[in-house]
């Protein structure tokens, strides 16, 4: 999104709050100050335990390139998690909302003022390097009905599916590609049809899509298919299976689809190394809605480049973070918001960037590919 439209989105949010108290909409002529009574300017802990991860505060100086962010790009994601925020964050986003249309300078004094940076570190102290990668939203073209080339299906959660939370198992995926009664419990539960079964197990894998569905009558809708459960399986990596057994030398996704066309007597093979089958419900996409992401863990819509999933037992989600990172395919340093999670994404200094949407060959595709790079990262806790 150009910077334009997110000063306009930033500043239809604030004047909707403001006119919903019956004040006229104006521009806040400087940052707002803490209400009284709010805790500003003493002393913050010198130590934050989590179940995965401690905290250990630290000087805003010592954060690598801290004042060179453009943080205006970051605040759409910051307002987004405002919508659902973290325990101890309501005063602090009440105030960050008018900040929206403020100067970078005023930005960063208010955080400052207001945040304290802490170094995430394992829970035992050790401070590491972590691991950055990536993941996107893919743009897919399926069949409301199964066709001559388009015959593998996207599910709807079946009935009678264990909660995640329960810890039971339901078919694998090779028992439901093969499994007479698993196939009757997902009879009438396909919500649309791919030509490949690569592409359902990327979309699998990232957890939601962009799928344009061609009706029975030849119409085209444009949906959102988002992450609705999953079978109880653990998740078991494609590409660790083939670099396993040296059938390939790097595990990307071209180098999976390569050895696929290569090896078509054994694509379900290769399938069935991962258990995990995900679920899906059907979402409308308004064109508002396809300006920004899929809805996240923290149940609000990601950002591109500004949206991170992590574990949810290090970093709370709706934190700000900032992070650290130097590879191949990226080297920055940024604000990001804790607003999503995922199956590999455990421990302290780890995190999935949200790259954005699009095709194979479009650039948040590529980035999210290549993603796999030591990583750092500080949260910003209210004082």
Partial sequence: MGRSVRWLVAAAIVGSLLACAGAPVVMPPSPPQPAPGVHDGAPAPEVQQRARSRWVAVDWRDL??????????????????????????????????????????????????RLQPYRVTEADGRAPEGL??????????????????????LFAPP?????????????????IDSLPE???????????????????????????GRVNITE???????????????????????????????????????????WARQNPQRLNEMLWANPRTVFFREEALSEFDARFGPRGAQGVPLTPG?????????????????????????????LVLAQDTGGAIVGAVRADLFTGWGGWN???????????????????WPK
């Fill in 64 to 113: 690598p390139g801290w004042g060179q962010d453009a943080l205006h790009e970051a605040w759409n994601a910051l307002l987004r998690g405002c919508e659902k925020p973290a325990a101890g964050f309501e005063v602090v986003c009440a105030e960050a909302r008018p900040l929206a249309i403020a100067s970078a300078a005023e930005q960063q004094a208010w955080m400052e003022r």
């Fill in 132 to 153: 950055l990668t990536g993941y996107y939203e893919p743009i897919l073209e399926a069949s409301r009905q199964p066709t001559a080339t388009q015959r593998v299906p």
């Fill in 306 to 334: 500004r949206s991170i999933a992590v574990d949810p037992l290090s970093i709370p989600y709706g934190t700000p973070v900032w992070l650290a990172t130097q590879g191949a395919a990226l080297n920055t340093q940024r």
């Fill in 362 to 380: 479009d650039e948040p595709y590529r980035l999210a590919a290549m993603l796999k790079q030591p990583l750092q990262m500080w949260v910003l």
């Fill in 216 to 258: 029975p009558d030849g119409r085209v809708s444009a949906v959102r298919l988002a992450f609705a459960g999953h079978n109880g399986h653990p998740y078991q990596s494609v590409g660790r299976w083939l670099l396993d057994q040296g059938a390939i030398r790097e595990g990307s996704w071209d180098g999976i689809r390569a």
């Fill in 182 to 208: 698993a196939q009757a419990a997902l009879r009438g539960r396909a919500i649309a049809w791919l030509a490949d079964p690569i592409d359902a197990l990327v979309l699998q894998i990232q957890g939601s």
């Fill in 159 to 175: 009935a009678g599916l264990p909660a995640a939370s329960s810890g039971q198992r339901w078919y694998s995926r090779q028992q």
